[in-house]
């Protein structure tokens, strides 16, 4: 149980063009999901939290309006990187915290590539 | 604000061996810690978690770590370990019990030699 998938698993657009990285919680009503960005040789550092119907809270740092969240519903949260640029490469991954729940279940990943 | 440090990127040893994989964390009124591993092509999973009480945790597949708080430290321990082991580990902190806010460590690479 408790299976968090992410789509696409791996992506390479163009400098300019936007990108959107979905997250899905399989098994499970997440009311809260988090996603994060790893570059290499780095830790996972908290872009921002989604709760379902709500605004996301980003952290400091992190452009809101070049990372856009939507979590429309309880079991999918989208992360859309507009006018995405070389800097912007990285690896994404998504989180997600089930109702009245306190474990994070994390995603697999998506490895996106600015060319 | 939170911080964690692994002291090592990657650690290689023989089957079979002990291993010890190091995190120190900043210090912090309250603090729960935590063990994340990534098995290749795989999201992270919790492997073991300091909330309060005991000082020394368990996961289910033999890995311990202790809570030190004088050290700062809260190291993962594996008397024997096995091929399967293979993985990235992730320490983390949290000063938060409902964990909103997760610090990772830069993860350390288990690399199991036959």
């Known amino acids: 149980g408790a299976v968090v998938s992410q789509h696409p698993s791996w992506v390479i657009c163009k400098s300019g063009t936007s990108v959107k990285i979905e997250c899905r919680s399989l098994?499970?009503?997440?009311?809260?999901m988090f996603w994060y960005r790893q570059f290499p040789k780095q830790s996972l550092m908290l872009m921002a939290t989604?709760?379902?119907?709500?605004?996301?809270?980003?952290e400091q740092g992190v452009e809101k309006d070049k990372f856009l969240i939507n979590h429309a519903s309880l079991t999918l949260s989208t992360l859309t990187v507009t006018s995405a640029h070389p800097e912007d490469s990285s690896f994404y991954i998504c989180?997600?915290?089930?109702?009245?729940?306190?474990?994070?279940?994390f995603g697999p990943g998506t490895r996106l590539t600015v060319t | 604000a939170q911080s964690v440090t692994q002291l090592d990127s990657q650690v290689p040893v023989f089957e079979e061996a002990p291993v010890e994989l190091r995190c120190n964390y900043s210090?912090?009124?309250?603090?729960?810690l935590f063990w994340y591993v990534q098995y290749p092509n795989q999201g992270l999973q919790l492997l073991l978690k300091?909330?309060?009480?005991?000082?020394l945790v368990e996961s289910i597949n033999g890995f311990e770590a202790e809570f030190n708080k004088s050290q700062t430290s809260f190291h993962l321990r594996k008397p024997s370990v096995h091929i399967s082991d293979t993985a990235e580990y992730f320490c983390?902190?949290?000063?938060?019990?409902?964990?909103?806010?997760?610090?990772f460590g830069k993860g350390t690479r288990l690399h199991i030699l036959p």
């Open positions: 989180s997600a915290r089930e109702v009245r729940g306190y474990e994070q279940y």
């Open positions: 098994d499970f009503q997440a009311t809260t």
């Open positions: 989604s709760n379902e119907g709500s605004k996301a809270t980003y």
């Open positions: 210090s912090s009124v309250s603090v729960y």
């Open positions: 300091y909330l309060s009480g005991s000082t």
């Open positions: 983390a902190v949290s000063d938060d019990r409902w964990n909103d806010k997760i610090i």
